[in-house]
Every structure is written in structure tokens, then in C-alpha cells.
């Protein structure tokens, strides 16, 4: 099992930035082999893919809608997946999902552990 938290959510106004955190705990001996994605979901609609990563970091994956102002990193050793959300717009505004799996990017939702999430309220 992994458990993942979410943080550093927040109220920002467009234009500004934020970083999310994902950190990882049970058997995370092994975390590095995991990929790890980004999701959002906003009220009234349905979850979305946003970023992912690959098990070690070599590859990396965004939805066209946040390319070059969203970047995904990881660092193994602190088991812990980032979000830095640059130029953040009001439709980015959304509670963001970390999810694991083993295997390959997926921008579907065939991930086997989630987070339960941190808001992102971007005001215009």
C-alpha cells in the first residue's frame, strides 16, 4: 500500500504561482518505481488528467491545457512529487489529485493509489 497526501493549495490571483507537494508513505522502499500523475476536478465537471511522471523521472507527460506553464518533478529521495504552477488562470482553479501506479504514464484515471486532494482557487 501507499498512502499520498496532497499540499500546498491555496487562494492565488491569476498570474501567480503555486507549488503542490505529494508525499508518499507505507511502502515507499519502492516509490521510485512508481509513475505519478496530476489530476484536477473541478465543481460540475469530471476529473482531468493534468501532469505525469515517470517511475525515475525520465519522462514526463501534460495535458495541452497546461503545457509550458506547469512543470512535474520528482525527487526519490524525499518521496515526494511536485507541481510548480506557473501563470495560473481562473480555470485552473480545480482540487488536485495525486495518483501512483506501477507501470507506465497513463492520462486516464488507471492509477491504483490516490490522494485526497488540496484546493487551488485561482481568482481573476
Known amino acids: 500500500q501507499v498512502q499520498l497526501v496532497e499540499s500546498g493549495g491555496g487562494l492565488v490571483q491569476s498570474g501567480d504561482s503555486l507549488r503542490l507537494s505529494c508525499a508518499a508513505s507505507?511502502?515507499?522502499?519502492?516509490?521510485?518505481?512508481?509513475?505519478v500523475g496530476w489530476f484536477r476536478q473541478a465543481p460540475g465537471k469530471e476529473r482531468e488528467f493534468v501532469a505525469a511522471?515517470?517511475?525515475?523521472?525520465?519522462?514526463?507527460w501534460y495535458a495541452d491545457s497546461v503545457k509550458g506553464r506547469f512543470d512535474i518533478s520528482r525527487d526519490n529521495a524525499k518521496n515526494t512529487i511536485y507541481l510548480q504552477m506557473n501563470t495560473l488562470k481562473p480555470e485552473d482553479t480545480a482540487n488536485y489529485y495525486c495518483?501512483?501506479?506501477?507501470?507506465?504514464?497513463?492520462?486516464?484515471?488507471?492509477?491504483?493509489?490516490w490522494g485526497q486532494g488540496t484546493q487551488v482557487t485561482v481568482s481573476s
Open positions: 511522471i515517470s517511475s525515475f523521472g525520465a519522462r514526463t
Open positions: 495518483a501512483a501506479r506501477v507501470g507506465g504514464i497513463a492520462v486516464t484515471d488507471e492509477y491504483d493509489y
Open positions: 507505507g511502502r515507499t522502499f519502492s516509490f521510485s518505481r512508481y509513475t
